[in-house]
């Protein structure tokens, strides 16, 4: 079973010392992880629906980061 650990997600600090082009990495790696999430979901394969909502979450505060640093991830 897949569990939030499983899903590879950075801390925020370690967040906060990533550049660009880490950062854009982050985001598209964290997007496929929840497009995954959502078919497996829309398939009833997932049963931890809440990991949905951590890696909503997870893009967010990668967003975030991005904007507080001026970068241009989206």
Known sequence: MKEIKDL????????NELNE?????????????L???????QL???KQTHLIKAVRRYIAQVNTIATSKWFNVG
Not at 35 to 41: G, R
């Open 8 to 15: 590879k997600l950075k801390e925020l600090n370690k967040l």
């Open 21 to 33: 082009k880490d950062l854009k990495t982050e985001l598209v790696t964290a997007s496929k992880n």
């Open 44 to 46: 009833g394969e997932l």
């Open 35 to 41: 497009y995954v999430l959502k078919m497996q979901k």
